[in-house]
Nanobody
Framework: QVQLVESGGGLVQTGGSLRLSCITS????????VGWFRQAPGKERESVAA????????YYADSVKGRFTISGDNAKKIVYLQMNNLKDEDTGVYYC????????????????????WGQGTQVTVSS
């Protein structure tokens, strides 16, 4: 079993920054794949970013490329999502998700590939 707890959400002005944290516990962490997803009101959940700890490959949605950075700290079992130059459309509930093992690169954006999910943290970007 893997437990995920997100933190770091909040209210920020357009153009501002936030850093989300996903604290993991349970099974061996360094072979996991971890992703961040978000869901805006009235919209479907969408992939934001993902990281494979074996090899360090990352994925970013086109809408966040150049603004968001995903990283992981194996020792602390934490995955971060640094979000810069935030836009109103980044508003939503952000979820951390994990799979105990690798996900192929072409499937990193698929929520069906992830086994474990956190409860989410709210990010509100307001101008």
């Amino acid at each position: 079993q893997v437990q995920l707890v997100e933190s770091g959400g909040g209210l920020v002005q357009t153009g501002g920054s936030l850093r989300l944290s996903c604290i993991t516990s349970g099974r061996t962490f360094n072979r996991h794949t971890v992703g961040w997803f978000r869901q805006a009101p009235g919209k479907e959940r969408e992939s934001v970013a993902a990281i494979r700890f074996t090899g360090g490959s990352t994925y970013y949605a086109d809408s966040v490329k150049g603004r968001f950075t995903i990283s992981g700290d194996n020792a602390k079992k934490i995955v971060y999502l640094q979000m810069n130059n935030l836009k109103d459309e980044d508003t939503g509930v952000y979820y951390c998700a994990a799979r105990a093992g690798q996900i192929i690169l072409s499937a990193l954006h698929l929520s069906s590939q992830y086994e474990y999910w956190g409860q989410g943290t709210q990010v509100t970007v307001s101008s």
